[in-house]
């Protein structure tokens, strides 16, 4: 028996010892005198396209300029996956050293002190902090009065517009509609006349799907428009009169009216309810709906355009000013300032890596870096135009083009460097002349133009409280229920239903909302 | 009175080395006495000796080891190959058994697992006192119980019909066909149902909208979602789970099915009074297996097909956890409801297994 005991015991250790690794918490860099170890979650700048290649240039020089052995991991372009990606390796504190990351999943970490302060970087690295880093972009990444992330520039604000088919248009002897009673008479003639006129019951009015984040709330982003016209877009209003939840404001109600309208007439494409967005994108190039709110160079860059080219060599879209709405109110939509928070864990600190990463950073704003990752290697990747814009011309291999999929790989950190500034937009949207119909399209000019609309300021919107997973689905439930025609739409079941969210917690969110907007000074006059 | 094999007993060193109080001398029994000398037939031992009963189990046990040991060497292959999942469920499955702990902490990342606070049921409270608590239970249970009830008698009735048929091309294309969308993932089987299902111009509604038919929004309609996940589950699994049950009906011995045509029995009297009396312990065992995850609906599939409009209907427990849990940095809420789904599922299979065994003669163990 005293053997078995034995057996057992050792048995245990040996697991024991097996398993150690499965608890570990983190673990120390090793390397004293070598190059310091830098693992860098990075949000891919071409999802489509592969890592960097393992012999990439970039890794040699700054090892040897910086002496920095820099690791590479894509994170998921999906926003949940990464949050899942992330907050897994934050449970096991295992996060990496420098990472990109949602606010919301930050002000967790910061919750858990996973995350180290970045006030004191700012300063050492003056080149970027001065094209990347603004009291705003501060602000955005501040709990507790300290600065938790680096907040650089994101997606370009207000690149989104509202777009209609100006060929079905004109077949149909229309106008472009200026108003919501204009636009259900448009869309019911893009659904029932024929528009494309090839003899088929196949079109519809509107096109959208269900794209929310928190600051646009369901029905979500391509119904903003929509929205906009009641004066109830975006999850919040921002102006001090009327701060809050703008589901608590009597317009919402209107809006669910015309929303339902759309959808008991059919005139908006049925299956919204269903696409993702590459089915949605699929589907106006395919010509299956005249009116959407669609992004620049989703709609107007050259790959993206040249299905819808082919398939409608004489269809053109057009930007459309925002509807008005009854009592004269118009938006596109919310916008706030977008950013790419990129953070830095309380574990590289405690090894020493902050300054490192500081210089790395500093670096990738140096004109070496911002070429080298924006672009590639001049010569191989691009070449300069005569203004010293980088063009994909004169290349001795074009497959390595930094627009084409080869070169994409080298240019994977492109958003670390890229602060949206004219070189970036002139490169990244040059004019060109479509395949089929010769038609000269410019992803800028789009830009231009979806810019010059009517938005609705909400800089901060984004960075107040979220309702928790309950309460959200409630929300979301239950305004879908109202539009499916699953709970009757009418003053009494609304109003008792706003009852039942307050009661759960929306009253509670509302309040929180409007608090932190008051104390950070968002609100707008 | 117990007879042995010579071959336990045959160690003559043992009984005759001796130096225990208990010898043979003091044996009050004169058969016990014979026992370490009788070398060619079979020895007999009296239980009420204690001394001899002591050591013919220690001779039964080192024998045993050694008889393992011998088998081990001898195949040594096959307990290597067996090595290698025993070291995957000791690693993957029991060794995290030990962070389970933390359903009953409140989880820090930077005090670890042991460092954590105890906060006792407070995540379970947390889940049975949610909102949505009895709608997930609901659903859960309705899709599992749902595939159980619709996947398991297609699978059955599969795996009769190949095993049945006498055309061996037919029977191999239709396995291989029936097979095929198990290697499928859900994001290509949502792009083939969207393709098949939209209201706009799904295949489906396009052949209602023909016979004059008002378009159905399969995929975001409450009452007919539930449907959708069931069947297409079904239409997904049917063939591999076929599988199980046609290596089953392989086993039948081919003289009964002789025997029942001697007797003029029709196919449809083979399969009832044969093919599934023998694949009995086969169903049994599956609907057991099933029994132990009744709470595990089909993340993967819900996660893909469900939308806004079909919260109501398509909400389970998992996707409340990927919600609430791991979106929402809750670590310990998620645990505790796998913890919670974990014990019930346990209790359902001794449970039903004791049942199984007390009516129906076969079960799990």
Known sequence: MKKQYFVCIALIALLSFVSLPLFSQGSKDSAVDGPVSIDLWYGAAVTEAGPPPADWVGFDIIKEKLNIDLKLTTLPSNESDQDVKIQAAAAANNLPDLFMVRRDVLARLVSQGLVAPVDDLYEKMPTRTATHYNEVSRNHTKFNGKSYGLADPGSIVKNEGLLIRKDWLDNLGLSIPTTTDELLDVMRAFTFDDPDGNGKNDTYGYGAFQEVNNYEAWPGRRLEPILGAFGVEGTWDMTVANAGLTILKPEFYDAMVYLKKMVDEGIIDPNWLAYKKDDFRAAWKQGRFGIMREQNAAFAAQSNYAPFDKNFPNGEWVVMDPIKGPKGHASIGPYTAGFRIYAISAKAVEEGKKEKIAELLEWMASDEGYYLLGWGVEGVNYTKDANGIPVADGLPDPDLAFSGPVGQTVTQLRNMVFYNGDIELYARYPKYITATSKKEMSALDVLRTMQSKQWTPAIGSDMLPIPSADLKRFYEQGLSEFITGKRTLNRTNWNTWIAEFKKLGGQDWNDKGVAFAKENNLLNE | ?365
Request: with cysteine; aromatic share 12%; glycine share 8%.
């Open chain 2, 1 to 365: 009175m117990q007879v042995f094999q010579k071959a336990i007993c045959a160690d003559e060193r043992v009984w005759g080395n001796t130096s225990a109080s208990h010898s043979l001398k003091q044996c009050p029994s004169a058969l016990c006495g014979k026992v370490g000398k009788v070398q060619e037939t079979p020895c007999i031992i009296l239980p009420s000796c204690p001394y001899a009963e002591s050591v013919r189990l220690q001779m039964a046990e080192r024998t045993a080891k050694q008889q393992l040991l011998r088998d081990i060497k001898r195949h040594k292959s096959v307990y290597a190959l067996l090595a290698i999942p025993l070291i995957y469920y000791i690693i993957f499955k029991y060794v995290p058994i030990f962070n389970g702990q933390i359903a009953f902490k409140d989880y820090m990342a930077l005090d670890g697992v042991l460092g954590s606070q105890w906060i006792g049921f407070e995540h379970f409270r947390t889940f049975v006192n949610s909102y949505y608590f009895v709608e997930l239970l609901r659903n859960t249970l309705m899709y599992s119980l749902g595939k159980l009830v619709f996947s398991l008698p297609l699978a059955i009735i599969l795996a009769i019909a190949i095993y049945e048929s006498n055309r061996p091309i037919l029977r191999k294309t239709v396995q291989t066909l029936a097979y095929l969308p198990h290697f499928l993932s859900w994001v290509i089987m949502y792009g083939i149902l969207l393709a098949l299902l939209a209201p706009g111009d799904g295949i489906v509604n396009d052949v209602i909208k023909l016979f004059g038919g008002k378009p159905i929004d399969f995929l975001t309609n409450t009452d007919a979602f539930p449907w959708i996940v069931i069947l297409s589950d079904a239409w997904k699994e049917m063939g591999w789970s076929a599988i199980i049950f046609i290596a089953a009906l392989m086993g039948i011995d081919p003289s009964l099915f002789e025997a029942a045509l001697v007797e003029g029995a029709n196919s449809w009297q083979r399969v009832r009074y044969i093919t599934l009396p023998s694949i009995r312990p086969v169903i049994v065992i599956v609907v057991l297996l099933r029994l132990g995850t009744i709470l595990d609906a089909g993340f993967n599939q819900i996660f893909m097909l469900y939308s806004t409009p079909v919260y109501s209907v398509a909400d389970i427990i998992d996707t409340w956890v990927y919600r609430q849990g791991l979106l929402e940095f809750q670590f310990g809420l998620a645990t505790a409801v796998g913890l919670f789904k974990g014990v019930i599922g346990m209790f359902l299979i001794l449970g039903s297994n004791r049942l199984v065994k007390r009516f129906g003669g076969s079960s799990l163990y």
